[in-house]
């Protein structure tokens, strides 16, 4: 698999070399493929890579900063890619722990603000946690109270996006038992899903027919994150590879996508080179 997989990604980067349409790249539909970069200057960092998608961070991932406003705001709303924002990782409106649920809301509220400045398609957050010998029906429930306080004043200006998550035994969004019970409680608010591959495989969830038992709870994937895993099934370790290089058979990634017919985007290392392999390589299992 390994050979293939080499052969198969040096003949989709060398295709990359010809300039491709907004026109062309807009006929895939809802399969746009783009990368998480860097947040200075996206639009060129979707060029540099021939991106349809970009991803970034508003504020710094680890920090509980609201974001400041964008020069380049008019800019990203009119241009054609299509832009994705990450909440920060420091977000987790599901613990008991009221001095980091509260401000988890309200940052979460202020990224969302953020995102919709900028003509952001979507808000992408963790699914979040509980502490240990916590009862994690109580972290559903602060999920609960999130999207009802949001919609008493209107509800998030932003699609929200739940993201699938690789760790924690008291995690909201790891195993898929605990996403339904999730959803059983927050789907009424037309909340969003973000299915990340790489937490899935990491998270013991199985990538044959994820989309549809993913589909079967939320009835709906608005997001893919297109990641290999650097560890094994079930280790609960969140690091990402590049497709192929991993422990994730890049066949599982690709059928994803096309099982969902959502964009794409993928959170790998290797900086624009790194990441235009991997968007070729996409591109090219999926319009061959």
């Not at 003949?11 to 746009?32: D, H, K, N, P």
């Not at 003509?119 to 559903?140: F, M, Q, S």
Request: charged share 25%; glycine share 10%; hydrophobic share 45%.
């Amino acid at each position: 698999m390994g050979t293939l997989v080499v052969i198969l990604r040096q003949l989709a980067a060398l295709r990359q070399v010809c300039t491709i349409s907004s026109a062309a790249r807009r006929r895939l539909g809802g399969m746009r493929i783009g990368a998480h970069v860097d947040p200075a200057d996206p639009l060129a960092e979707a060029a540099a890579r021939r991106a349809e998608v970009v991803q970034f961070f508003l504020a710094d991932p680890q920090g509980w900063k609201d974001p400041q406003a964008r020069e380049d705001a008019a800019a990203l709303r009119d241009s054609d890619i299509d832009v994705f924002i990450h909440a920060p990782y420091v977000i987790n409106v599901a613990t008991p722990n009221n001095r980091i649920r509260i401000p988890s809301r309200k940052l979460l509220v202020s990224h969302a603000h953020a995102a919709a400045a900028i003509g952001a398609r979507a808000l992408i957050v963790h699914g979040g946690h509980v502490n240990k010998g916590d009862d994690l029906a109580t972290g559903i429930d602060n999920w609960r109270k999130t999207f009802a306080y949001a919609a008493e004043s209107g509800g998030f200006v932003t699609q929200i996006l739940i993201e699938n998550t690789a760790g924690g035994d008291n995690a909201c969004a790891r195993r898929f038992d605990a996403l339904a019970r999730l959803w059983d409680v927050i789907g009424e608010f037309g909340v969003g899903f973000c299915l990340d591959t790489c937490h899935a495989h990491a998270g013991g969830e199985d990538l044959v027919d994820v989309v549809d038992r993913v589909k079967a709870i939320t009835g709906r994937i608005d997001l893919i994150h297109a990641n290999d895993s650097k560890d094994g099934f079930d280790s609960g370790r969140d690091r990402h590879d590049n497709l192929g290089s991993g422990n994730i058979d890049p066949d599982l990634v690709v059928a994803a996508i096309r099982a969902a017919g959502a964009p794409a985007v993928v959170e790998t290392p290797g900086g624009v080179t790194g990441q235009s392999a991997d968007i070729a390589y996409l591109r090219e299992r999926l319009n061959g």
